[in-house]
């Protein structure tokens, strides 16, 4: 009798282990970016300083749709991986997690997770709801301690 080993989830790599999980990148956060400082130069007659706020916002958003393309988010068994290509670059283990939380769920652009050291501020870039559910199986919601009423 043979067992069929189970299959990866959908949001995982082919060969990559079956308990980590590669979030797919999401590419909307860029170029949402990048069409507001395009729209940003129609109202260069209104205000002169436009063209530098058109330019700041569009070199944000170039460069957000580079990391985009390049780094990875990898949930591993024990600590949440930030790579690049096949090189890990962070380790964030799980252990130290104090909190997190997805900003505006509606229209996920934020990604804020505490440490006990230190917290972490990510533009949304990847799948948002590949991201929730793994942040609800690896790391549940903590709810605060009741305070006492004295």
């Known amino acids: 009798m043979t067992t069929v080993p189970p299959s990866p989830p959908d949001n995982a790599t082919p060969d990559s282990d079956p308990d980590e999980v590669v ?34 916002t569009g070199l944000l958003g170039l460069f957000l749709l580079l990391q985009t393309a390049l780094l990875r988010l990898r949930f591993a068994p024990e600590a949440l991986l930030v790579s690049r290509r096949d090189t890990v670059i962070r380790r964030f283990p799980y252990d130290t997690w104090i909190g997190w939380r997805v900003w505006w769920p509606a229209l996920p ?20 709801t590949a991201l929730r559910q793994q942040l609800d199986h690896r790391l549940p919601p903590t709810t605060p301690a009741p305070r006492d009423p004295a």
């Open 23 to 56: 979030l797919r990148p999401r590419f909307w956060v860029p170029l949402g970016m990048l069409l507001l400082a395009a729209a940003s130069l129609g109202l260069r007659p209104l205000w002169s300083g436009m063209l530098w706020t058109a330019l700041g």
């Open 109 to 128: 652009v934020l990604f804020y997770f505490r440490e006990e050291r230190s917290f972490h501020l990510l533009p949304m870039l990847f799948d948002a």
